[in-house]
């Protein structure tokens, strides 16, 4: 793929998001579909999403720099900079959601770790933390001390599952009290991170050594999407079968309110063709097609993301609560604004000139100035 062409898209999609960080840093929420029923809406999805393949890179990332495994040698500092860059982003679109965002301090100063949300801040402030030292020790030279990889990895596997645990807790939401779902997120931080590293090797290449982690990727990619497709067949079935309202209502709005996203997208784009495409030797031998791919699993777990965090919110909690209250912010109904677009977009586009400028200029994270030169 054209470098070239990514920067213009990347640029693009920065100098859009521009005008929706301008929007929500002066209008403030103003501008914002959510409300007080639908609380959560498309950055805290872009939260969960990034977040999740910034850990999933990491893990990988630390069976080179950790565990030294002679197959994936090479990808370890790549690794370890598309989870700074897509952390970065993360935190930002979770920023961007909260309503105050001046006083994230007092969740520092003021801390109650019996609060989740509590939690998560200080885990993903220390998982940016042992990130940032291995990556610097990996660009010096030296090897990242092993007791960073440790604590580092450590605590990519707390921050995994956080975001299912901190919907899980709650009780009145049955869609998310499954206690399945932190562990289905660590599935989906496992596979985000592989995909965003095929993306990353297959369209602007890899060193030598990288390369050789390459065909065992792809393979781990596709038996991950298998194990998707599996745990999403077997909480849909279960919820339709068992009829709880709670359970069943937010599943079948998704199958057929939203069923182009669903069947289209999360499934046939972002499972099936993946799944079918790394499984089989000769398709996986080609970098720009796995490149491809891996961009299709990351758009369909993006939509994933999506469908566990806002049907369930477009669920009456009480019997005529709804209809109970008129006015902004007091209906079910939710489809994200265009400052909400923006924004994302934005993030987007740091994701994209991110990876590139890494790519580029901070030699050897990705050799891949040499093989443009060449």
């Known amino acids: 793929m054209n470098k070239s062409i990514a920067y213009t898209v990347g640029v693009i999609a920065l100098l ?19 409300g007080s029923f639908v609380v959560w809406g498309l950055w805290v999805a872009a939260y969960f999403f990034l977040g999740g393949i910034a850990v999933g890179c990491f893990l990988w990332g630390s069976l080179d720099l950790l565990f030294g495994l002679e197959t994936f040698k090479g990808m370890g500092k790549t690794a370890l900079w598309a ?3 897509t952390l970065v982003a993360g935190l930002m679109a979770i920023g961007f959601d909260l309503g105050h965002m001046e006083r994230i301090w007092k969740a520092y100063i003021q801390v109650n770790f019996h609060s989740g949300v509590a939690e998560d801040v200080w885990a993903y402030t220390l998982f ?11 660009c010096s030279g030296s090897k990242p001390a092993k007791v960073i990889l440790i604590l580092g990895l450590i605590v990519a596997l707390f921050v995994a599952g956080a975001p299912g645990k901190l919907m899980g807790v709650n009780a009145g939401r049955m869609y998310w009290h499954a206690g399945l779902l932190p562990v289905q997120f660590l599935i989906f931080a496992l596979t985000t991170g592989a995909a965003m590293l095929m993306v990353i090797f297959g369209l602007f290449g890899a060193s030598d050594k990288a390369a050789r982690s390459f065909p065992v990727l792809t393979k781990a990619t596709a038996w991950l999407l298998f194990v998707n497709l599996y745990m999403l067949w077997a ?18 709005m998704v199958m057929q309110e939203h069923a182009v996203l669903f069947w289209l997208v999360q499934v046939a784009v972002g499972l099936l063709i993946p799944l079918v495409v790394l499984s089989q030797s000769r398709t996986a031998a080609n970098p720009a097609l796995v490149g491809v791919m891996g961009l299709c699993v990351l758009l369909g777990n993006l939509v994933s993301r999506y469908f566990i965090l806002v049907p369930a919110q477009q669920i009456d909690l009480l019997e005529g609560l709804s209809s109970a209250f008129h006015g902004r912010g007091y209906t079910l109904a939710y489809t994200p ?18 990876l590139l400028i890494g790519a580029d200029y901070l030699h050897p994270l990705c050799q891949c100035k040499s093989q443009k030169e060449a």
């Open 16 to 34: 859009i998001g521009l005008y929706g960080f301008f929007d929500r840093l002066v209008y403030g929420e103003a501008h914002a579909a959510y």
């Open 128 to 138: 940016g933390i042992f990130t940032l030292i291995a990556l610097y020790q990996s």
């Open 235 to 252: 909480y849909y079935s279960e919820g339709l079968t068992g009829n709880m309202p709670s359970v069943a209502e937010p599943i079948r």
């Open 337 to 354: 604004s265009m400052t909400e677009w923006a924004v994302f977009l934005g993030l987007i586009g740091i994701v994209i000139l991110g």
């Open 83 to 85: 989870a700074l860059v």
